[in-house]
């Protein structure tokens, strides 16, 4: 062997009881495991366990690291966390399929969740060629963790018929289908949609519909961050079900919350909806991560009227006192679809980031009213990012519960002070939710984070701690491992996990991350 890991406790990822192993890895793949009494394995190297753990590696089955992926070789915000596989191309905005007119207007309007990319060579346009990117990644050695790709909806939206809120015509809809087609037969492993952001949230079920068509006849899945998550939250949720249902496609809810007011302890609701659809033959899956607030830019709050036409467009609006009137009472009155049809509460808002320099001390502070927000969207040309403190303790345990529960970090890296949970999901589930309050035990915990979605991926060989998989892999210590992200300092890594391995290759050891770069594309099975 390659490498032999001794006396270690094998968490394997069905969600069974753990037990004592030596597990032996050859050629990137684990090899043998031996229990408790079998003869152990012979190898080049020796790892004694000494009392950690061994789990399959954690899926991020919703992460921001588009572009992090490609500036960053480092990457310990996740690898650090025992990641060894994010899913990319998120709520509905990503940079492909692109060409130079789309790519330039969605690297506007994401600047709040990847930065501008003015330190990143954007040599692609078709989704095969960001995967074959992140395939060369530094130097031709690759990138930090592994990374598969959805393609968004509205990306492909505003490439077909710009930033227009309006229904596509015959022509632009073929246009959508063909490119919907086309990145999926170049590896992506389904569609996301933002139907909170624009251009996403133009496009009626009929045509998500027919989309999604498009990525059931690959063997695809739908992931939306669908309509509402506060005051139309159970009706989006019953909308994204029974439109994929007529689709024939897979469902995977995006960060499936219950929040804002409306929604305090009203989980249970949800979860009889889900249970309902899966009995009737559904193929559903979720992931949520572990924290009550959620995070998104300041400009996604504006309703879907104001943004229409691009980002150029709303500054422009934001810049016209009487728009910019009618703006706020959208926000403030009405309650705005971006805003999930709940008037804001500006106390619940809290400046995480922002990309102007002269706007740095306004970060972690509470928004403290319309004129500050609208100088500040204006200034930072849409670029701020916020927290929001409106979700429910009670909602976030009960969910997480479910048997078709995965875990996402939804972890936005940008800001000074971004969300812990970019730092911090994976080890807060495991040292917070199993070990201390037992919500999960450790068992269940890591089946969520690593067979789950790897079965939501299709992926023959991952997510399992068996002869034959791939062996990418975890050691933690199951009494210390913890978040050590918090809202103060957000960007700690986490503590009790000292190894992780990508293709049998050390990215962390000793609790300190290598140079390795083992990650690369992870393409959609062939269907």
Not at 174 to 188: D, P
Not at 493 to 522: S, Y
Request: a negative charge.
């Amino acid at each position: 062997m390659d490498l032999v890991i001794r006396d270690v406790r094998v968490v394997d990822g069905t969600g069974g009881p753990s037990y004592r192993a030596d597990v032996g890895l050859t050629g990137g793949r684990i090899a043998a495991i031996r229990r408790e009494g079998d003869r152990s394995p012979a190898g080049s190297h020796v790892l004694d366990a000494q009392g950690l753990a061994l789990s399959p590696g954690f899926v991020d089955m919703h992460a921001h690291s588009d572009l992090a992926l490609l500036r960053d070789p480092d990457h310990s915000a996740k690898a650090a966390q025992g990641v060894t596989l994010e899913v990319l191309g998120q709520d509905g905005l990503s940079y492909a399929p692109a060409d130079d007119r789309t790519l330039d207007e969605v690297r506007k309007a994401i600047t709040g969740w990847n930065g501008d990319g003015s330190d990143v060579a954007f040599d692609w346009r078709t989704v095969g060629e960001y995967l074959d990117r992140l395939d060369r990644g530094f130097g031709g050695r690759g990138i930090a963790v592994n990374a598969a790709y959805l393609i968004p909806q509205g990306t492909v939206r505003a490439y077909a018929m710009g930033w227009e809120d309006r229904p596509p015509t015959a022509a632009e809809l073929t246009r959508m289908k063909r490119l919907v087609a086309e990145g999926l037969e170049q590896g992506a492993v389904g569609m996301s949609s933002g139907l909170t952001y624009t251009p996403g949230m133009y496009a009626a079920d009929a045509e998500l519909t027919e989309l999604c068509r498009v990525v059931a006849a690959h063997g695809g899945y739908y992931c939306p961050h669908h309509r509402s998550y506060g005051a139309g939250a159970l009706a989006a949720y019953q909308e994204m079900i029974a439109l994929t249902r007529e689709a024939g496609c897979a469902l995977h809810l995006a960060h499936a919350t219950m929040n804002f007011g409306e929604n305090k302890g009203r989980a249970p609701e949800l979860l009889a909806l889900l249970d309902e659809a899966l009995a009737g033959g559904a193929d559903i899956t979720l992931d949520t991560y572990p924290y009550t607030p959620g995070c998104t830019t300041l400009v996604a709050l504006l309703p879907s009227w104001a943004s229409e036409g691009g980002p150029e467009a709303v500054l422009a609006r934001l810049r016209d006192d009487a728009t910019a009137e009618a703006i706020r009472h959208h926000l403030e009155v009405t309650g705005s679809d971006g805003c999930h049809g709940v008037p804001v509460d500006w106390d619940t808002v809290e400046i995480s980031g922002v990309t102007a320099p002269g706007l740095a001390g306004f970060t972690g502070r509470r928004l403290d009213g319309w004129t500050t927000a609208r100088r500040l969207l204006i200034e930072d040309r849409l670029g701020t990012t916020i927290l929001q403190h409106v979700g429910h303790e009670e909602n976030v345990r009960a969910i997480m519960r479910h048997r078709v529960h995965t875990g996402g970090s939804d972890g936005i890296l940008q800001g000074a002070k971004p969300h812990p949970r970019a730092y911090g999901t994976f080890p807060h589930y495991l040292g917070r939710y199993a070990r201390e309050l037992g919500v999960l035990s450790l068992e269940e915990a890591v089946a969520h984070l690593t067979s789950r979605p790897a079965a939501r991926l299709r992926l023959p060989d991952r997510g399992l701690v068996r002869e034959g998989y791939r062996a990418d892999l975890v050691l933690f210590d199951p009494d210390t491992v913890a978040a050590g992200a918090t809202f103060e300092a957000p960007r700690t890594l986490p503590t009790g996990i000292p190894h992780v391995l990508i293709d049998g290759r050390f990215v962390v050891r000793d609790g300190r991350r290598t140079d390795v770069l083992a990650g690369r594309a992870i393409r959609r099975a062939p269907y």
